[in-house]
């Protein structure tokens, strides 16, 4: 098969991910259950296509198109997905700043939309580069904790903590965390992903416990599950993957 062949298929599969999208779409909007609850309709779509497809511009864009042909304002349901450059606006000298307080709002309303994948955990330098991956104008990481701060300042977020001694984590939803859920993330921090063994060996608990915690992870969104026949079980933390 060549190269064009193969470019020929992706992009009728492309074309054809993007219209099951768009008409489940259509269909969730003009389901009166769904109409007024935005979180409902990403959430369907999220479980149903996956969290990484709607980190597409392209697709965004097409979708958006779609719904304002339905006199429906995207930004009610994709606001929040994708870097926004309102954060930026110019002083009196015509030079861009950035507005941290809408920062942070994008930041937090980003973190609802992806509750139940996340959890609302995120480090730094993941929220940084998600924002510079694709917007026009790119922050500083000191922009992402000016941000972090003022929500925390006004009691919006639980806020900041340390994860495996060094890495800044930002708690954007109020989770249970317990000290053992803690321990396990301390553990997770250096790879990504841990197994039920190694945190029974490094803790030295019973399975039982571990197997308990991790899927208290997995159910807050924390923590994904993997099973392989070849690698057996893993719990792998998206916050941790690219720090």
């Keep these: 098969m060549g190269i064009s ?14 219209k099951s999208i768009e008409l489940r779409l259509i269909e969730l909007v003009s389901n009166p259950l769904y109409k007024e609850n935005p979180e409902r309709i990403i959430e369907c779509l999220f479980n149903e296509f996956g969290v990484d497809v709607f980190e597409d511009k392209n697709l965004i864009e097409a979708l958006s198109a779609s719904l304002r042909s339905l006199n429906i304002n995207p930004n009610k349901i994709f606001g929040g997905l994708l870097p926004d450059n309102t954060v930026f606006e110019k002083n009196i000298f015509g030079k861009l700043k ?39 104008y790119k922050l500083q990481a000191e922009d992402i904790l000016k941000a972090v701060k003022i929500l925390e300042e006004n009691k919006l977020i639980p806020g900041r903590k340390i994860i495996g001694g060094n890495v800044t984590v930002v708690q954007f939803l109020p989770l249970e965390l317990t ?65």
């Design 5 to 18: 062949e193969i470019e020929r298929r992706l992009k009728i599969k492309r074309a054809y991910n993007l």
């Design 98 to 136: 950035v507005n941290h307080r809408k920062l942070g709002e994008l930041l937090l309303r980003r973190a609802f939309l992806l509750k139940n994948t996340r959890g609302g955990l995120f480090t730094i330098g993941e929220l940084l580069e998600w924002f510079n991956s694709s917007a026009e």
């Design 179 to 243: 000290l053992d859920h803690r321990f396990i993330l301390d553990l997770a921090c250096a790879k990504g992903w841990v197994t039920v063994e190694e945190v029974s060996r490094s803790l030295k608990w019973p399975l039982e416990r571990v197997t308990m915690v991790l899927d208290k992870l997995v159910e807050y969104g924390l923590a994904r599950v993997d099973s392989s026949y070849s690698h057996g079980k893993k719990y792998y933390f998206p916050a941790f993957l690219n720090k």
